[in-house]
């Protein structure tokens, strides 16, 4: 079974974070937070909280995780040449940063495309403003 908390602790540890700031920033008491990093479960929600302040993945804590059945594997039936997917050790895991970098690169794209419109329209706009010969 894998023990969220410890694993939480360990990746703040090792991050060298300190859990006081980290409890303010997730609006929690330091006893809950302590609490918190005992549990062996945590809401879905609570774990993508901490994953963005670690900057990982949620699936970085389960990915020793097998399932008692080996047919289910749908990372390998989805993802098998994905390079936004890590094989470490015969498991997988996805990267966000290269995720991280996509949606950049997507959103510099837009505004360039954003920017030759306008650039395009006060063109368009001269010439319709120019004396016909």
């Known amino acids: 079974m894998v ?3 410890s694993k939480l602790k360990y990746l703040i540890e090792k991050k060298r974070l300190s859990k006081k700031v980290m409890a303010k920033e997730l609006n929690m008491t330091e006893a809950n937070f302590y609490r918190i990093l005992g549990k062996e479960h945590l809401r879905t929600d609570l774990l993508i909280e901490f994953c963005k302040r670690l900057d990982v993945h949620p699936c970085d804590f389960f990915k020793d995780w097998e399932h008692p059945n080996p047919e289910v ?3 390998n039936k989805v993802f098998a ?3 936004s997917v890590v094989h470490e050790d015969d498991h997988e895991y996805f990267r966000p940063d290269i995720f991280r970098r996509a949606e950049k690169l997507y ?3 837009l505004d360039e ?3 030759r419109i306008v650039e395009l329209k006060d063109h368009i706009s001269s010439l319709k403003d120019r004396p016909a010969n």
Request: avoid cysteine.
């Open 3 to 5: 023990h969220i908390g």
């Open 73 to 75: 594997n749908m990372t």
């Open 81 to 83: 040449n994905d390079e």
């Open 107 to 109: 959103r510099e794209l």
């Open 113 to 115: 495309k954003d920017s």
